[in-house]
C-alpha cells in the first residue's frame, strides 16, 4: 500500500565573465548608439546579447568595445589634448585599467546588481552538526555534481522538523538565515529574488532581447535570462529543449539548471509478525531538466513560498511547494556588490585578471 502525501505546484519562472581590458581613447566621431558613463563601474555588463555595441567613459570620452564578453578600449587617439598631454598616458581612473564586472567570477560567485551570488547550487552531505541531509536526484551522484542535491524546506533553513507541518514562528528565521549555506551566505530571501527580477528585467540586455525577439517583453525575460544554456562545458543536459525556442542564455552568472524536484511518500507494508503496517519513507523525483524552485521563508502549516524558472516559461517568478519537497539550494552572499568589492579577495581577483 502506497500513500503520497505531497504534491509539488509550479507555474514558472544566464553567465558571462565580463573583464575591461586596457586600450585607448575615442576619436572624435563617436557611433551613434554609444553611451556615456562616468566611470566603467557604471556600464552595463557586456554579454553576447550586447556584444557589438560601444560606450564611452569618463571625462576623456574613452570608448569601450563589448567584445567576448569584455569591455575592450578601442581607437587610439589621433592627437593630443588642448593640455598637450596624452589621455591614454595621463594617469586618470579611466586609463589603463582592467576590473571585474558583472557576470561569473573565477571564485564561482556571480555579481548582479548589487546582490553576489553563488554560481552553482549546494551539494552538502552533512550539516554543521554531521547529520546527512539531501538527496541526489534519482540517487545519481553526477545528477548532484551537475544539479546540486535537493533538500527539505526544514533541512534548508536547519530548523526543528516539526515546522514541516505547522507554521513556524517568525522569530526562527534571523536576519541573513545562513541554513546550509557557508558562513558569509544566506538563504535568499523572497525580497532577495524579486530585487534579483526586477534588476535583470530592467537591463539593456533585457530589453535588447525583447527587441530581438517580437514574442517576448523585456519585463518578462528573467527566467531567460537566468536559465543556463541547454549544455554545461561538458555537454550534459542541463534543460529541456524539446518544442522550447529559448530555454536559457545564461546572461548574468546565476546559471540556472533544470534541477527538478523529489516527493516524499510514506510505503507502507503490512508486517505479518507484527501485525500491523510498516510504514518507510521513499522519493519520487520529477521533472529533471524541466524546472529550478527554491524554497524561501514564508509559508504556513505545510506549504512554503518558492521562486524558480521552468524551461517553457520566459520568467522566473514566486510559487509554492510542500515543506516536504526536496528542492535545490542556491546561497546569496550578505555583503552587497559595493561591499564585496572592497574585499581583499575581489581586488586579488581584479589583480590577477590585469595579467
Known amino acids: 500500500m502506497k500513500k503520497r502525501y505531497l504534491g509539488f505546484a509550479t507555474i514558472s519562472l544566464v553567465a558571462a565573465f565580463g573583464l575591461a581590458a586596457c586600450g585607448s581613447e575615442s576619436e572624435p566621431n563617436a557611433p551613434k548608439d554609444e553611451t556615456h558613463f562616468n566611470t566603467l563601474d557604471e556600464a552595463p555588463e557586456c554579454t553576447s546579447y550586447n556584444e557589438g555595441d560601444t560606450i564611452t567613459v569618463g ?12 569591455w575592450v578600449k578601442i581607437k587610439a587617439p589621433s592627437s593630443s589634448n588642448s593640455n598637450g598631454d596624452d589621455p591614454a598616458s595621463s594617469g586618470s581612473k579611466d586609463d589603463n585599467q582592467t576590473i571585474l564586472t558583472e557576470g561569473s567570477m573565477p571564485n564561482g560567485l556571480a555579481i548582479i546588481g548589487n546582490q553576489v551570488w553563488a554560481g552553482k547550487n549546494l ?4 550539516n554543521s552538526d554531521g547529520k546527512e541531509v539531501g538527496r541526489c536526484y534519482k540517487d545519481s551522484e553526477e545528477n548532484c555534481k551537475t544539479f546540486g542535491r535537493l533538500y527539505t524546506w526544514t533541512e534548508t533553513f536547519q530548523i526543528d522538523e516539526k515546522w514541516a507541518k505547522e507554521e513556524a514562528e517568525a522569530n526562527i528565521f534571523k536576519k541573513n538565515h545562513q ?3 557557508p558562513e558569509g551566505y544566506h538563504i535568499p530571501t523572497g525580497t532577495d529574488w524579486k530585487n534579483l527580477v526586477e534588476y535583470v528585467n530592467s537591463t539593456k540586455a533585457a530589453q535588447k532581447f525583447a527587441d530581438e525577439h517580437d514574442d517576448y517583453e523585456a519585463d518578462l525575460v528573467s527566467g531567460i535570462l537566468l536559465r543556463s544554456t541547454v549544455y554545461d562545458g561538458k555537454e550534459n543536459k542541463v534543460w529541456n529543449d524539446d518544442g522550447v525556442d529559448i530555454p536559457g542564455i545564461d546572461a548574468f552568472g546565476l546559471m540556472l539548471v533544470g534541477t527538478g524536484y523529489a516527493d516524499s511518500y510514506e510505503d507502507c507494508q503490512y508486517d505479518e509478525d507484527k501485525e500491523e503496517d510498516v510504514c518507510t519513507i521513499k522519493w519520487d523525483y520529477n521533472d529533471l531538466m524541466g524546472q529550478a524552485f527554491y524554497f524561501v521563508s514564508s509559508g504556513d502549516d ?12 520566459s520568467s522566473l517568478r514566486d510559487d509554492w511547494a510542500r515543506k516536504t519537497t526536496a528542492l535545490p539550494v542556491r546561497c546569496i552572499m550578505n ?4 561591499e564585496y568589492k572592497e574585499t581583499d579577495e575581489y581586488k586579488k581577483m581584479v589583480e590577477e585578471a590585469k595579467k
Open 59 to 70: 571625462k576623456n570620452k574613452i570608448q569601450y568595445l563589448c567584445e567576448d564578453n569584455e
Open 123 to 126: 551539494d552538502v552531505e552533512k
Open 335 to 338: 555583503m552587497t556588490a559595493k
Open 179 to 181: 541554513g546550509l549555506c
Open 302 to 313: 505545510e506549504t512554503a513560498v518558492t521562486y524558480g524558472t521552468k524551461s517553457n516559461d
